[in-house]
């Protein structure tokens, strides 16, 4: 059974960086063809595509916030990690990470149109 569990800060400060990760078990994110992926719900909106990252390192991010969001991944610890740099109270919001598992390369879509993984998300609050 795939699981997956966020971690980090549940309060930051404008203009300093959030750092978020995410950590599986049950998978490898390196077996294909999985895709991982941040996603975010802010107070009164729906949910916002952040980026992903694929099982083979490729990463694609929402270009709405191309410019302060990566994605990176430890595969040593079946790890992935969001960074949000110069974060606003306007990125406070509940985090999640997610998974999708493809039949194959060809069939990857980014963003994903849905997820079969979830974590249970971590509420970040930033503060003026």
């Known amino acids: 059974q795939v699981r997956l569990q966020e971690s980090g800060p549940g309060r930051v400060k404008a203009s300093q960086t959030l750092s978020l990760t995410c950590t599986v078990s049950?998978?490898?994110?390196?077996?294909?063809?999985?895709?991982w992926s941040w996603l975010r719900q802010s107070p009164g909106k729906g949910l916002e595509w952040m980026g992903t990252i694929r099982y083979d390192g490729r990463v694609h991010v929402n270009p709405s916030h191309q410019t302060r969001t990566s994605i990176s991944r430890d595969t040593s610890e079946d790890q992935f990690s969001l960074q949000l740099t110069s974060v606003t109270p306007e990125d406070t919001a509940k985090y999640y990470c997610?998974?999708?598992?493809?039949?194959?390369?060809?069939?990857?879509?980014?963003?994903?149109?849905?997820?079969?993984?979830w974590g249970r998300g971590i509420q970040v609050a930033v503060s003026p």
């Open positions: 997610a998974g999708a598992k493809y039949s194959g390369d060809r069939g990857i879509s980014v963003p994903d149109e849905q997820y079969d993984y």
């Open positions: 049950g998978a490898s994110i390196t077996t294909s063809y999985y895709t």
